[in-house]
């Protein structure tokens, strides 16, 4: 069978890591990934750097590195200070299914995230990025509603307590509908290959990371609700594509993994700190209103009869126009958008924005000569490495990633703690370390570099994939498992061969 084309159905668990589905599989709690685990192979799937939703899934589907895409995070610098976009696809870079449409296969894509569906030998149904993308066929989201009577759900919205029975109900329900959906159009259009996408797994763990790792019976029923469903539905969607017979093989991958949020570092105070982001004057006052506010905060939620009361504060404060106001009121501006025009942008060295994790030097500093920007990068990266609160680890692009559409790349890239603190670029806190994230903050989860890799079906053994796993290596797999050759752009290595009898 090593020879033989097999069909190729992924299961993408945003976020998922084995650090969480290990312990619930091993309480019997996701039943269908637990005897895919026990049946196939699997193995930690390390991302790219930054391990970020975008970037990931970009060099998941192409086989290429941040670094080939010109593609560091969600958003891309678009315009003068503070402006930036969202990142609205890989192209023109060919994804796993170009080449297997091109070659003839009939592939299905559901709910990447993509700007906008376009043709192909099969369909593509955007996620994500927007709530009305086009898709390929015209009309094909018009036709999934009338099939499962029910309007397409949006991206979740920003997270609030006083929500959260609401918040986890339309997560499982997305889960529900993206099933329906795969199942549906897998029936419609047989495809060798099909790759399908849950975010809310990821949302869903940044909120409740801290929940989610407790004993079980301290879990609420709504967390276990949805992990369930999340198991049920990946079932059905691998009945389904398996239906239309033949040899196939099923992974499930994550973009990247998650884990505990410790802490926050905010770049851009501490490069003010150090003298490399200058503000103009007038923006003191401000500074000294957002310091007496943080710190009351603070203080306020290491005390239980206060700690209720200033967590449900800083939730009425998350989302609308009027929750901005009155925040904006009480602390001030803190995004790096609303701060941009209060930066002396002739003096300013070097800021964090739009990529979190990167350190950018001033294009605009006119008076910036390219020496003296290599100057303040070294003394940036020294500071940085010997920075006594938490564990910097500082990067060179260019020794991160194999290709070299680097324009809009960082000077530095920033890995804090293991990825335990995580980079911010607003001005939320009037210090550039945040020890202990409160529990009005962002969420108890963050990003982590190990993901997940199970892969099971025809020709599959069992046992751990040997060695270690890149996610720049699924799509050459996939490729060559399917009886096609892979690309020689491609930076990963393809482990088709562990997948194959007798491996």
Known sequence: MGGERRRVLVLGLDGGTFDL????????????????????????????????????????????????????????????????????????VEAIWDHLSRAG???GVLNFPLGAGYP???FVVPGMLSETASTYPEGLRR???EAVGARYLPELPAYREADRAQWLGQATRCVQQHGQYAEILAERYHPDFLFALFRETDRVQHQHWAELTRPFDEIGSDLKLFWRTVDWTVARIDSAFRAAGGPAVTLVISDHGHGVARSDFFTNRWL???GYLVFKPHTAPQSLRRRAATRLLLTSDRFRPTRWIVRGLADRLRGGRGREWLGRLMTGRASFESMAPQIDWEKTVAFSYPVPEGIYLNRYNTGLTPEAGRAAISAIRSKLEAYKLAHIEVFDPTTLYRGKNLAQAPALLLRIDDLATEPRMDFSYPDPMLAHRPGYFYGSGVHRMEGILIAWGDGVATGRIPGPVSLLDIAPTILETMGYPAPAEMAGRSFARALSPGS
């Open 21 to 92: 589905l290990d312990p619930w599989m091993k309480a019997g709690e996701l039943p269908f990934l637990k005897s895919l685990s026990a049946r196939g192979r699997r193995a930690p799937l390390t991302s790219v750097f930054p391990p970020k939703t975008i970037p990931a899934w970009y060099s998941f589907a192409t086989g290429q590195d941040p670094g080939s895409l010109g593609i560091f995070g969600f958003t891309e610098p678009d315009g003068g200070p503070g402006k930036s976009r969202i990142v609205q696809t890989y192209r023109p």
């Open 105 to 107: 296969a009939t592939v």
């Open 120 to 122: 192909l030998n099969g």
């Open 143 to 145: 036709s999934l509603e």
């Open 272 to 274: 003010a700190q150090e």
